[in-house]
């Protein structure tokens, strides 16, 4: 039972990372403040 609870934590936790919009927005807004601060 614990092996697949970790599972089910951790592959999504992954997916999230390349496909979650939330995350998508978050690096753009990463982006975005780098740009500033080198501007």
């Known amino acids: 039972m614990k092996e697949g609870?970790?599972?089910t934590i951790?592959?999504?936790r992954s997916k999230q990372?390349?496909?979650h919009p939330?995350?998508?927005l978050l690096q753009?807004?990463?982006?975005l403040?780098?740009?500033l601060m080198r501007a």
């Open 5 to 7: 609870a970790l599972n």
């Open 10 to 12: 951790h592959v999504p």
């Open 17 to 19: 990372r390349r496909d």
């Open 22 to 24: 939330t995350n998508r």
């Open 28 to 31: 753009f807004l990463e982006g």
């Open 33 to 35: 403040v780098k740009t």
